[in-house]
């Protein structure tokens, strides 16, 4: 099949610019993403790419969560329970 290339593709996430390309291997899928000064790759089976794509939005809202708040990316405020009633 002369003329076919690896399938690709490419989103914005909660600011974050990924891309998706389709891995020598069937069924896998290499992704990349930059957070801040930071770079990220790595590979990612999925059957379908629009499976991969949610897969790397998953990757990109734990690495949001779970690490320092990076520049240019705005996270809200915490939630503050509300009062109790005044008696």
Do not use: C
């Not at 003329?3 to 610019?17: F, K, M």
């Not at 990349?32 to 897969?55: K, P």
């Amino acid at each position: 099949m002369a003329g076919q290339g690896r399938a690709q593709q490419s989103g914005t996430h909660r600011s974050i610019r990924f891309l998706i390309t389709e891995a020598d291997t069937p069924g896998f899928w290499q992704y990349s993403f930059s957070i801040g000064d930071r770079n990220f790759t790595g590979r990612i089976q999925a059957v379908l790419g629009l499976l991969a794509a949610r897969r790397v939005k998953m990757k990109i809202d734990r690495l949001l969560k779970h690490n320092a708040p990076v520049e240019g990316v705005e996270t809200p405020p915490p939630l503050v329970p509300p009062a109790g009633p005044k008696e």
